[in-house]
């Protein structure tokens, strides 16, 4: 069973994994699309940090990258 911190590790690298691959974003770019800091979502995407995200945050940022939400809790 994954624990929770480990789900959002897992999460975060994922976003950072899918905005990149799409490449049309820059964190700033995304952020302000779904409404959310530069912060937040950058320490969504650290490594070093361990920060949480609310599903619907998840769901904005799967509908501008435009990818399944699922993807975004693959290991």
């Known amino acids: 069973m994954v624990i929770e911190n480990e789900l959002k590790m ?10 990149k691959l ?3 974003y820059t964190q700033k770019e995304l952020a302000s699309l779904i409404g959310v800091t530069t912060a937040l979502l950058g320490a969504l995407e650290s490594p070093n940090i ?4 609310s599903i619907y945050t ?18």
């Open 58 to 75: 998840l769901y904005k940022i799967s509908e501008v990258l435009d990818i399944s939400i699922d993807k975004f809790f693959e290991n």
């Open 10 to 19: 897992i999460v975060g690298r994922n976003v950072r994994k899918y905005r």
């Open 22 to 24: 799409d490449g049309r």
């Open 50 to 53: 361990c920060q949480g995200i």
